[in-house]
């Protein structure tokens, strides 16, 4: 009798615990739906539309307002948000470029896509990079680099952006071809590449750190550039962001480096850059100072495997009608890793720490 009263009690049990685990799970699921509807809440797709599979922005405020929200979802949400307002973003060709990649298993087929796609990524020291720099870009651009500020045609290529007044993409492509910018066309270098090595005492721009094992392998990245876009009446705009990119890799049968997905995370992110702060407006551009800005990112990781990850933040103000100096970091540190790398008894991480802590 005593077995039999413990025996029901212990199926009382595992039943009250599965509704339990169960209602948590629905739960969690429901919250995870909301708080994805929220993100997209937040994008207000009135001040945006969608015209030839090319993003128009109605004025460069929606611009900078929009691809600062995109920069702190995720990429689950990114796409979502697309597939919402029908639009099929530079980011999303090149995961799927990265994707058919990491599923070819012969060197034929790898070549074979990295010349189909070879507008968009480029081999560099036996690694395949994306051409443009910027994921912020990547995330507002078709696969053409292009999208409109206020009826205003910008087309990114590599570091650079180009920004016409007169909305014909043959005037910006006859201005790359010439070598040559003509009147109501703009050129900006929006990232310099001044790298420096690891332990050196300048942090300069951009700062990378790899780990690997054997077979795996992370390459992490926190860069700062300029952001900016064009609007109406010759306006020009500038932002600072700050962008951090964490890459992964397995060995493919041949020995080389090739893409993977997998789960990633990044931990203890911080820095400091010198900033515009907009005081006002003389009727023809901002009156600013500069200030140095720290921010304290900390931890966080993918919500599922990926290839690249990025997530940019934007420091402090935008100016307009004006040129600011090009942003450099006074001190930046952070460490990156991935599933694969992160070993119990010896996990690797890929650090960066340039700077007076």
């Known amino acids: 009798m005593k077995n039999l009263v413990l025996k029901a009690l212990a199926a009382i049990t595992i039943v009250a615990f599965t509704s339990i685990a169960f209602s948590l799970f629905i739960s969690c699921n ?81 070549d074979q896509i990295l010349s189909k796609n070879s507008d968009i990524i480029v081999l560099q020291n036996n690694t395949i990079m994306p051409r443009i720099a910027s994921n912020a870009y990547a995330s507002v651009c078709n696969r053409n680099g292009i999208f409109y500020v206020e009826g205003v045609l910008h087309k990114v290529v590599d570091d650079q952006i180009y920004i016409s007044e007169d909305g014909q993409p043959e005037t910006i492509e006859k201005a790359i071809v010439d070598g040559k910018i003509p009147d109501g066309v703009k050129k900006l270098q929006y990232i310099k590449n001044t790298h420096s090595l690891l332990k050196s005492g300048e942090c300069g721009s951009i700062k990378t750190a790899y780990a690997q094992s054997s077979d795996r392998k992370c390459d992490f990245e926190i860069k700062t550039y300029e952001y900016a876009c064009g609007g109406c009446c010759g306006n020009f705009f500038r932002e600072v962001r700050v962008e951090l990119v964490i890459r992964n890799y397995k060995k493919n049968i041949w020995g080389n480096w090739k893409g993977y997905q997998t789960k990633c995370y990044y931990d203890n992110v911080a820095y400091t850059v010198i900033a515009p702060i907009v005081t006002g407006f003389n009727g023809e551009s901002s009156i600013f100072y500069y200030k140095a800005i720290t921010q304290n990112i900390g931890y966080g990781e993918s919500n599922g495997d990926w290839e690249t990850y990025s997530k940019w933040w934007k420091v402090g103000d935008g100016v307009q009608n004006v040129d600011i100096y090009d942003p450099k970091f006074d001190r930046v540190k952070g460490k990156a890793s991935n599933r694969g790398l992160l070993d119990p008894n010896n996990p690797q991480w890929a650090e960066i720490n340039c700077g007076i802590w």
């Open 30 to 110: 429901k919250e995870k739906e909301v708080n994805e509807k929220k993100i997209h809440s937040q994008i207000d797709n009135s001040k945006l539309s969608v015209i030839n599979g090319i993003l128009h922005f109605k004025d460069a405020k929606s611009f900078f307002e929009i691809s600062n929200q995109l920069g702190i979802m995720t990429d689950t949400e990114r796409d979502s948000w697309e597939e919402s307002i029908g639009f099929v973003s530079l980011r999303k060709e090149l995961k799927e470029v990265y994707r058919e990649l990491s599923q070819c298993d012969n060197k034929t087929t790898e």
